[in-house]
């Protein structure tokens, strides 16, 4: 009973997340108080990334909720943190367009492992979500030639991909990447979860004197 009574109240706080404004750890969005600290976190970024392949080409998406990547080691936090700080206007100007109290980032990014070149579609990601289907709100190119959808072999392309946040990363969400759909966010739950409180704990035992 204890276990399921913790599960359930960890996806409601997750979900609660879901809908924070993202990039919103400032002075003028602080975070909530039962948002796990930053910089104790240890998961690599493909632990909490949804990747699929289509032929030569690697797409890999993750959430950048504040939730989810401070469960990521310092140095890969820092660098997802800083990408969502230094697109903060265009996400806000995103939300404020649609009329939504916040929006739902996600990093995607396209690599090219095969011969030649390699396309894509860069608006091409879906997400299925509480019975829900959810398109991109918007695209915010990370790169030069993004919108060409062509990709040189052994090169990346990435962008921001903005949702509506109703998306809800506390459940399974089937994520469709370049017509491909993957179920496998529902096997990053319970690791993010398990790092969560990880975290607490190692913020707790620096805390000591």
Same mark, same amino acid.
């Given at each position: 009973? +204890?276990?399921?009574?913790?599960? &359930?109240?960890?996806?409601?706080?997750?979900?609660?997340?879901?809908?924070?404004?993202?990039?919103?750890?400032?002075?003028?969005? *602080?975070? *909530?108080?039962?948002?796990?600290?930053?910089?104790?976190?240890?998961?690599?970024?493909?632990?909490?990334? %949804?990747?699929? /392949?289509? /032929?030569?080409?690697?797409?890999?998406? !993750?959430?950048?909720?504040?939730?989810?990547?401070? &469960?990521?080691?310092?140095?890969?936090?820092?660098?997802?943190?800083?990408?969502?700080?230094?697109?903060?206007?265009?996400?806000?100007? !995103?939300?404020?367009? &649609?009329?939504?109290?916040?929006?739902?980032? #996600?990093?995607?990014?396209?690599?090219?492992?095969?011969?030649?070149?390699?396309?894509?579609?860069?608006?091409?990601? /879906?997400?299925?979500?509480?019975?829900?289907?959810?398109?991109?709100?918007? %695209? !915010? $190119?990370?790169?030069?030639?993004?919108?060409?959808?062509?990709? $040189?072999?052994?090169?990346?392309?990435?962008? !921001?991909?903005?949702?509506?946040?109703?998306?809800?990363?506390? /459940?399974?969400?089937?994520?469709?990447?370049?017509?491909?759909? &993957?179920? +496998?966010?529902?096997? %990053?739950?319970?690791? %993010?979860?398990?790092?969560?409180?990880?975290? #607490?704990?190692?913020? $707790?035992?620096?805390?000591?004197?």
């Amino acid at each position: 009973m +204890a276990l399921t009574c913790r599960r &359930t109240a960890v996806l409601a706080v997750a979900a609660l997340v879901a809908a924070m404004p993202v990039g919103a750890q400032d002075a003028s969005h *602080p975070a *909530p108080a039962d948002t796990i600290p930053a910089g104790f976190g240890s998961l690599r970024r493909d632990e909490v990334a %949804v990747s699929v /392949q289509v /032929q030569g080409l690697t797409i890999r998406a !993750i959430p950048l909720d504040e939730q989810v990547i401070r &469960t990521l080691a310092p140095d890969a936090y820092r660098a997802l943190h800083a990408l969502v700080a230094s697109r903060s206007r265009a996400l806000e100007g !995103i939300r404020s367009r &649609t009329g939504l109290a916040a929006v739902q980032a #996600w990093h995607v990014a396209f690599f090219n492992a095969q011969q030649g070149e390699a396309r894509y579609d860069p608006r091409g990601m /879906q997400l299925r979500s509480g019975g829900r289907d959810f398109r991109p709100l918007d %695209v !915010i $190119a990370l790169v030069a030639g993004y919108d060409d959808g062509r990709l $040189a072999q052994g090169r990346t392309a990435d962008a !921001i991909f903005v949702f509506d946040p109703a998306v809800q990363l506390g /459940q399974p969400v089937t994520v469709t990447l370049a017509g491909v759909a &993957t179920d +496998a966010w529902a096997d %990053v739950i319970p690791r %993010v979860e398990r790092e969560r409180s990880a975290v #607490w704990s190692r913020a $707790a035992a620096a805390r000591k004197p």
